[in-house]
């Protein structure tokens, strides 16, 4: 496998990419860890101090070095809008994602998601995986939407219901 992109262009986005996630976006991190629902539907800390959120960032960074997972800003013309990423996982990569609110709705995870699969695919990745939490309907037709069907149920590792899904390329 090639290692990560460090950008990648959403080409149905104009002006939006995701970029490599580096210690200077330690504020998405902050921000994102404050709007109610990212840390209900995802493994985003409950708010993170700015310390905390810088060690998240760079953590980012140690992950992609050794080829294990990668997490991107979803960057709209220079602000900041989300992050997605992908992460080897038991059964292979799995993609994940997170919106500040006032930037749903406009297709630009399902197109992040998209685009990393693609990506993966033409590394030689052939099912791809996705989770959401039982209830988080807006994750599960980000998912429909790019093309994951329902494999079966899990447990996250806080104990809480999921639903796994896969795409194969």
Same mark, same amino acid.
């Given at each position: 496998?090639?290692?990560?992109?460090?950008?990648?262009?959403?080409?149905?986005?104009?002006?939006?990419?995701?970029?490599?996630?580096?210690?200077?976006?330690?504020?998405?991190?902050?921000?994102?860890?404050?709007? %109610?629902?990212?840390?209900?539907?995802?493994?985003? %800390?409950?708010?993170?101090?700015?310390?905390?959120?810088?060690?998240?960032?760079?953590?980012?960074?140690?992950?992609?070095?050794?080829?294990?997972?990668?997490?991107?800003?979803?960057?709209?013309?220079?602000?900041?809008?989300?992050?997605?990423?992908?992460?080897?996982?038991?059964?292979?990569?799995?993609?994940?994602?997170?919106?500040? %609110?006032?930037?749903?709705?406009?297709?630009?995870?399902?197109?992040?998601v998209g685009a990393l699969v693609s990506w993966l695919n033409a590394n030689?990745?052939?099912?791809?995986?996705?989770?959401?939490?039982?209830?988080?309907?807006?994750?599960?037709?980000?998912?429909?939407?790019?093309?994951?069907?329902?494999?079966?149920?899990?447990t996250h590792v806080d104990g809480r219901p999921l639903t796994n899904w896969r795409r194969?390329?």
């Open positions: 496998m090639e290692p990560f992109p460090w950008r990648i262009e959403l080409g149905e986005h104009p002006g939006v990419v995701l970029r490599t996630l580096e210690l200077g976006d330690w504020i998405v991190e902050y921000d994102l860890s404050r709007v %109610p629902d990212v840390p209900l539907w995802t493994m985003y %800390p409950a708010d993170l101090d700015e310390e905390r959120a810088k060690m998240r960032a760079d953590l980012n960074l140690q992950l992609a070095a050794t080829g294990m997972g990668i997490r991107y800003v979803i960057d709209e013309r220079g602000t900041a809008l989300g992050t997605a990423g992908i992460g080897r996982g038991r059964h292979g990569f799995e993609v994940f994602y997170a919106l500040k %609110p006032e930037a749903r709705g406009r297709g630009l995870v399902t197109g992040a030689g990745e052939r099912d791809i995986w996705l989770s959401t939490l039982d209830g988080n309907a807006a994750s599960e037709n980000v998912a429909r939407r790019a093309g994951f069907e329902r494999v079966d149920a899990g194969r390329g």
